[in-house]
Nanobody, 119 residues
Framework: QVQLVESGGGLVQPGGSLRLSCAASGRTVSGYTMGWFRQAPGKEREFIAAINSDGVFTMQAASVKGRFTISRDIAKNTVYLQMNSLKSEDTAVYYC????????????WGQGTQVTVSS
């Protein structure tokens, strides 16, 4: 079993930055693809970014490309999402998720952390 807990959300002005963390427990996620998703009010959950098991390959959704960076620290069993140049449209609950492989579905999900971008 894997438990994922997101942290680092909060209120930020447009153009600001936040770094989200996702701490895994229960077992190591070193062999897992890790992803970030978000869900805004009234919208479906949206894929944001993913990083493969050894951290050498990442992908980003077009909506955040060039602004958000996913990374991971295998030793700390933690994945991060660095969010820069935040826009009001980035306001959402952000979720961390784990998949057993790059081509596999996401089996584990965190509770989410709220990010609000507002002036």
């Amino acid at each position: 079993q894997v438990q994922l807990v997101e942290s680092g959300g909060g209120l930020v002005q447009p153009g600001g930055s936040l770094r989200l963390s996702c701490a895994a427990s229960g077992r190591t996620v070193s062999g897992y693809t890790m992803g970030w998703f978000r869900q805004a009010p009234g919208k479906e959950r949206e894929f944001i970014a993913a990083i493969n098991s050894d951290g050498v390959f990442t992908m980003q959704a077009a909506s955040v490309k060039g602004r958000f960076t996913i990374s991971r620290d295998i030793a700390k069993n933690t994945v991060y999402l660095q969010m820069n140049s935040l826009k009001s449209e980035d306001t959402a609950v952000y979720y961390c998720a784990a998949a057993p492989g790059w081509t596999k579905g996401y089996d584990y999900w965190g509770q989410g952390t709220q990010v609000t971008v507002s002036s």
